[in-house]
Nanobody
């Protein structure tokens, strides 16, 4: 069982940066593929970024490629999402997720077993 707690969200102007953190509990964190998803009002939850358990493999949604970076620190059992050059369309609740099933970063919600409660990111124009 893994519990995930996101932090680092907030209000930022367009062009600014934020770093989200996802702190995990559980001794097997290093075996989990981790992902970030987001959900804007009235829209479905969508994939943002994912990272393999080793950190060697990452995957990004086209909409954030080149602006966002996912990373993890297994010693601190934390995964991060560095978000630069933020746009108003990045406004959403951001969720951290963990997968026991897949070893490679997955874009699919159904691949993830555990979810955090989310953190709000608001980008003003």
């Amino acid at each position: 069982q893994v519990q995930l707690v996101e932090s680092g969200g907030g209000l930022v102007q367009a062009g600014g940066s934020l770093r989200l953190s996802c702190a995990a509990s559980g001794r097997t964190f290093s075996r989990y593929t981790m992902g970030w998803f987001r959900q804007a009002p009235g829209k479905e939850r969508e994939f943002v970024a994912a990272i393999s358990w080793s950190g060697d493999s990452t995957r990004y949604a086209d909409s954030v490629k080149g602006r966002f970076t996912i990373s993890r620190d297994n010693a601190k059992i934390t995964v991060y999402l560095q978000m630069n050059s933020l746009k108003p369309e990045d406004t959403a609740v951001y969720y951290c997720a963990a997968s026991r099933v897949v070893s490679n970063p997955s874009i699919y919600l159904r691949a993830y077993d555990f979810w955090g409660q989310g953190t709000q990111v608001t980008v003003s124009s």
